[in-house]
């Protein structure tokens, strides 16, 4: 167990609809990633916060945003959804906010859009 | 802005013998590397890193990676594979400087046989 949780484990969605990823970073950790992988495109990084603030941006599309809380959560919110956004989506949790300490993953969200 | 490469898609190694997976990176400064282990159905672990010092490290799960810079490579190692280290391994690149995120390489999904 990393720690580190995400709800829910799995989301089954239309297209067009629009759906919240929740995750709660290991205790005493201020960074969170967003990370997507998918079969063709492996796992793409989307954004970083580190406490409660954007700290970097990878490949997120204008649909998705992302925030977190005074109290570390991050919910990840995909909207307008496609086909090609069914991924498994992971959240990770680091002790600082650069990329230079190890980061723990959750077990991710496994979205599927019909 | 750091890259990966994971030359290898898939591996299949027999019980038993040695295993050597390759990891080549890029970035221009110098690069905190990882190696992670994604089992099916579960997170990412980690199994070990690099930050600096001594270029050969030690993982869990009897792993080692040895650094060279020269080659700008990072390529991970055991000498004997049990049949639960079947998986999808992923290296990834990291750096001290805010704003920037674990990068991964596409992965290699490692079989094993009997």
């Known amino acids: 167990d990393s720690g580190v949780t995400q709800t829910p484990k799995h989301l089954i969605t239309a297209t067009g609809q629009r759906v919240t990823l929740r995750c709660s970073p290991r205790s005493g950790d201020l960074s969170v990633y967003w990370y997507q992988q998918s079969l063709d495109q492996g796992l793409q990084f989307l954004i970083q916060?580190?406490?409660?603030?954007?700290?970097a941006k990878g490949n997120i599309l204008e649909r998705f945003s992302a925030q977190q809380f005074p109290d570390l959560h991050s919910e990840l919110n995909l909207s307008s959804l496609e086909l090609g956004d069914s991924a498994l989506y992971f959240c990770?949790?680091?002790?600082?906010?650069?990329?230079?300490?190890?980061?723990?993953f959750g077990q991710g969200t496994r979205l599927t859009v019909v | 802005a750091q890259s990966v490469t994971q030359p290898d898609i898939h591996i299949t190694v027999s019980e038993g013998a040695s295993l050597e997976l390759r990891c080549n990176y890029s970035?221009?400064?110098?690069?905190?590397l990882f190696w992670y282990v994604q089992s099916p159905g579960q997170g990412l672990q980690l199994l070990l890193k690099y930050f600096s010092g001594d270029t050969l490290v030690q993982g869990i799960k009897g792993f080692e990676a040895e650094f060279k810079r020269s080659q700008s490579s990072f390529n991970l190692r055991k000498p004997s594979v049990h049949w639960s280290d079947a998986a999808e391994y992923f290296c990834?690149?990291?750096?001290?400087?805010?704003?920037?995120?674990?990068?991964f390489g596409k992965g290699t999904t490692l079989s094993v046989s009997s």
């Open positions: 990834a690149v990291g750096a001290r400087q805010a704003g920037t995120a674990l990068i």
């Open positions: 970035y221009g400064a110098t690069p905190y």
């Open positions: 990770a949790s680091s002790v600082a906010g650069t990329s230079n300490t190890e980061a723990f």
């Open positions: 916060y580190y406490n409660g603030e954007e700290r």
